[in-house]
Nanobody, 121 residues
Framework: QVQLVESGGGLVQAGGSLRLSCAAS????????MGWYRQAPGKQRELVAA???????NYADSVKGRFTISRDNAKNTVYLQMNKLKPEDTSVYYC???????????????WGQGTQVTVSS
């Protein structure tokens, strides 16, 4: 069974840092784009950052210059380093990855279970 397992969330004061990790496990033929989304109560889920297999990145304007996404293809893992955190970054953060499970199958989006990030003022 394929899973995306997140870790690293928690409570931090404004201005602090957290590092999220997400590891894909199971029988996986290939992974394409990996990314992080977040969803605050009463709001839509939004893209935070994404990274392609080749390392090209894309960030939401609200996190540019503060967050850095990276990946370790050998470990099927994506990271999100979050610095200078603000109270408005408080949200549930979800890992997302496009996975190809078999050589002839298409890439399909998979989601992690979510990890809570709370930034106190």
């Amino acid at each position: 069974q394929v899973q995306l397992v997140e870790s690293g969330g928690g409570l931090v004061q404004a201005g602090g840092s957290l590092r999220l990790s997400c590891a894909a496990s199971g029988i996986i033929f290939s992974i394409s784009t990996m990314g992080w989304y977040r969803q605050a109560p009463g709001k839509q889920r939004e893209l935070v950052a994404a990274i392609t297999t080749g390392g090209s990145t894309n960030y939401a304007d609200s996190v540019k210059g503060r967050f850095t996404i990276s990946r370790d293809n050998a470990k099927n893992t994506v990271y999100l380093q979050m610095n200078k955190l603000k109270p408005e970054d408080t949200s549930v953060y979800y890992c997302n990855a496009a996975l190809k499970l078999l050589v002839a199958s298409p890439y399909v989006n998979h989601w992690g279970q979510g990890t809570q990030v709370t930034v106190s003022s």
